[in-house]
């Protein structure tokens, strides 16, 4: 099973600044399966990103993914009070699927 | 595409616990399907999916218990969790996979808690 670590825990940041979190796999997987959700508090996770970079349907070109092997990142431009929320990373590429810890970002 | 879970919001210790999840606007044959968790204040955990009638794969740490099934005449995925503990009280989703891969629809989810 693939483990996945996500950092920080939390993360407290400002309206406009900028967050980076980061998701460590414990071995590569398959092409850069690994995909990024949003989850607000009492609602479900939203697809964010996926392959590594892409960005859903409908996500703003304010986040983006990048990274590969077993070192990802997602990055938040120009935070808004709307980006509070935990954000958690999942990969793909295995036939187990499994999520990092999750990461809460507070805006 | 719109997937809504369903099932008793409380089961007993050492019962198993049965949840639906209807699927609309989608057809079951086309996509893999999973099972998600969230304990309370904790993390996602990954169940496991199933394609087509009954190609599965399950989350090694649930294997024993778990089975998932789906009856495409009524558009439904099934989750049968069996011997059930404390542990495993949590929301439970259910969840669309693109092409067998991420995760691009969500049902809202349901609670189940166990309990005497």
């Known amino acids: 099973e693939i483990v996945l670590t996500q950092s920080p825990g939390i993360l407290s940041l400002s309206p406009g600044e900028r967050a980076t979190l980061a998701c460590r796999a414990s071995?590569?997987?398959?092409?850069?399966?690994l995909a990024w959700y949003q989850q607000r508090p009492g609602q479900a996770p939203r697809l964010l990103i996926f392959?590594?970079?892409s960005r859903a349907a409908g996500i703003p070109d304010r986040f983006s993914g990048s990274g590969s092997g077993t070192e990802f990142t997602l990055t938040i431009n120009r935070l808004e009070p709307e980006d509070s929320a935990v954000y958690y990373c999942?990969?793909?590429?295995?036939?187990?699927?499994?999520f990092g810890q999750g990461t809460k970002l507070e805006i | 595409v719109q997937l809504q879970e369903s099932g008793p919001g409380l089961v007993k210790p050492s019962e198993t616990l049965s949840l639906t999840c209807t699927v609309s606007g989608d057809f079951l044959n086309d996509n893999y399907w999973s099972w998600i968790r969230q304990p309370p204040g904790k993390g996602l955990e990954w169940i496991g999916n199933i394609f087509y009638r009954s190609t599965t794969k399950y989350n090694p740490s649930l294997k024993n218990r778990v089975t998932i099934s789906v009856d495409r005449s009524k558009n439904q995925v099934f989750l049968r969790l069996n011997s059930v503990t404390a542990a495993d009280t949590a929301v439970y989703y259910c969840?669309?996979?693109?092409?067998?891969?991420?995760?691009?629809?969500w049902g809202q989810g349901t609670l189940v808690t166990v309990s005497s």
């Open positions: 392959g590594a970079s």
């Open positions: 999942q990969q793909y590429g295995d036939s187990v699927h499994t």
């Open positions: 969840a669309r996979h693109f092409d067998g891969t991420y995760l691009n629809y």
């Open positions: 071995q590569s997987f398959t092409s850069n399966f």
